[in-house]
């Protein structure tokens, strides 16, 4: 069985991390994706550690099954190359600044030229347009300027960061989306579009709970720590080896985690009767759970709790997670090889259909491993031609 | 201009947030959502607050746009109807815990022996297979249970939960491609299939580096607070009335940053001049910035570290996001007209399309408020066959 992507295919010019995970989800799904890197050292993420062998474990997350074809752009005759490959490519994604591809000939409108059904995709920090369209972004800034830090961490502590990068990766989400929209257009209309997203809006667009309550009641919303900001006990809590988390939604579970844990006393008590009046009143009920929670081991608690339907959850590490039953069973670790490393292990895609096969089968390419491949099979070059590409340093 | 997936017709069976999200993404990009809702109140996030006359901002967020049908799937006729919408429409979201749908009559083999080219979605806590499948999730769960939780906080403290409902909505984004690129695959071969996720799945997908450094590395990642875990200085930091966000990727613009800060020795310091020898000793680093930091507003900083192109931004709150340059720009929050509340202000979709509208443009329905409508255009129902749903209740 084949991804349902299969058959379509992808130029890949994008850097980083937002523009790789958009190209790693679409190949996942079984594009072909050929990922363009500068001879002089590739993608600047596979110099980020850390390393197995000479192999970025960084660039390998998010790399693997991807084809790489060394071209310089900065060379004429490497962006013509471009514009040839244009011509037998579905989608084009970039995650180059506003403005740098159209400068190299190589944008949207150059493309369309050379293929009217091609679909062209861009990521930037901040949109093609707006004031802040040619600042330079990193996750940080987005996390900062989004309003995520501002609702993360303790409150009355100084903020934190979300502690993976959520305004790379939901900017490449939202793109994949965008993508397979225009993909589905185009299979109606024939014709292809330009879809480009801001990785600050894209996690705008995540935080919507929080806006919403802001833009409608005028509630500026605060770091809540531990806490889910509206029901209670929703939240991590002490235990006596660690942390657990009680996720406890209605009435019902209140009522039956105060019989669980050996307080029937808290279950009729009138200030903790509803949710609305347990948050209400949450640090002094916090205060109480935590003298009980801390009596037994987590994992005794999990096991008292799931037997009577009360929502809790382990607090697990990495590790932990990697070794967890379900993570296993649903085959969330995969193989693949290296040709330098050997076995290294990827995140599988999450994603599962009846009728398709989906996930990495090959680990990151060598920079230029498919240059001539894809010269030689997609764009019909001779040996010549492409020893003068070499000569000419169009390509590495 | 229409939306790219203009003309595609969704039912959607999803309560909650993560199969909302799910639907509200595929509405925004122009799809007709006919969201199913149980007459007896509707979905549950309806009475979720804060409230705006009657209309909760919660359950607006994410169900702008929709169609609300009110069927109780209690009653015979009720899922026959279900089984009849299923004949006209392209895809089908769930997000029932795994067997619920089966149990009801109108899962995957039901529905596909009504429509083979139907496309199935199905979004649960932990996925349709495996120990854990049937058990019940929620964000809070999936953010500990997905590692989240123990790489997001300060070193040394207690963890802390990210403050909007990543677990959720990582899930509905990533359905949401699996969709799309079945979509796509129903183009080439006529046929639909089923593509399920598991919010805890998605989870670990998005954590995709800290799975990588672990998997082969053996670390296991650590929250790093307001720190990036592997760029030096990349964090957030004290100025004299608040805090900004310093993303200083390269060794040029730590040597920029220093003549900007006036501190030129450290330009030339030896303990700091790669990124590895900043990060080794960043404790004492981030003391000897805080310093320096302190001296200046948040305002003034951003404005003399961009003019020497050090990236630098602020740490804003949601209001201050709200009155952005940036996102006023981009358009990021749209006007929504509400039967009973009026003007309410949401967050738009982030995708920009060169020929394609995308976006919100109407409320959240009333429950059941598009019940008649369906029955008689798009199932073809009489008033005399809709007053005999009523009476049998199948219909609220």
């Known amino acids: 069985m084949a991804g349902p992507l299969s058959g379509v295919r992808v130029l890949d010019l994008t850097r980083y991390l937002a523009g790789a995970y958009t190209t790693m989800i679409l190949g996942d799904l ?6 363009i890197e500068n001879p002089d050292g590739g993608d600047f993420s596979r110099q980020v550690g ?14 693997r099954d991807k084809k790489s074809v060394s071209v310089n752009l900065k060379n004429p005759d490497g962006r013509a190359l471009i514009l040839d490959l244009v011509e037998k490519v579905d989608i084009v994604v970039e995650n180059f600044r506003p403005g740098t591809v159209a400068r190299l000939g190589i944008g949207y409108d150059q493309a369309r030229k050379r293929n009217e059904s091609i679909i062209y995709a861009s990521c930037s920090g901040f949109g093609q347009t707006g004031p802040y369209s040619k600042k330079p972004a990193f996750d940080m800034l987005i996390q900062g300027m989004a309003g995520t830090i501002s609702i993360t ?6 903020p ?3 502690g993976f990068s959520i305004g790379d990766i939901g ?12 993909l589905h257009k185009r299979h109606q209309t024939g014709c292809g579009e330009w879809v480009e997203i801001g990785m600050l809006d894209a996690q705008v667009a995540l935080l919507e709970n929080a806006f919403s309550r802001y833009l409608n009641t005028g509630e500026i919303p605060k770091p809540e720590g531990r806490r889910h900001p509206v029901a209670t006990p929703m939240q991590v809590i002490e235990t006596r080896d660690g942390y657990m988390c009680l996720a406890i939604g209605t009435d019902e579970q209140w009522q039956g985690f105060c019989h669980a844990a ?10 903790f009767r509803t949710n609305a009046e347990r948050t209400q009143r949450r640090d002094k009920l916090e205060e109480m759970l935590r003298e009980v929670t801390q009596t037994r081991d987590t994992n005794d608690w999990i096991t008292l709790l799931e037997s009577r339907q009360i929502p809790v959850g382990p607090v697990h590490t990495v590790d932990q997670v990697v070794d967890d039953p379900q993570i296993r069973a649903r085959n969330m670790i995969v193989d693949v090889e290296d ?6 292990r990827v995140v599988n ?12 089968s090959r680990a990151s390419p060598d920079l230029g491993e498919h240059t001539e491949d894809v010269l030689r099979e997609i764009l019909g070059r001779t040996d010549d031609e492409i020893a003068n590409l070499v000569a000419s340093g169009a390509i590495g």
Do not use: M
């Not at 900017?171 to 225009?182: C, E, K, P, Y």
């Open 171 to 182: 900017a490449a989400l939202f793109l994949s989306t965008g993508i397979l929209s225009a």
């Open 262 to 271: 050996g307080q029937s006393g808290w279950a009729t008590d009138a200030r």
């Open 30 to 35: 079984g594009a072909e994706i050929i990922k």
């Open 160 to 162: 934190v960061r979300v």
């Open 349 to 360: 895609t999450p994603l599962r259909f009846s009728d398709s096969e989906v996930g990495p």
């Open 153 to 158: 961490g303790e409150p009355d502590q100084p």
């Open 50 to 63: 850390p390393f197995v062998e000479q192999t970025s474990t960084y660039f390998l997350s998010v790399n």
């Open 339 to 344: 040709s330098k490393a050997g076995h290294l």
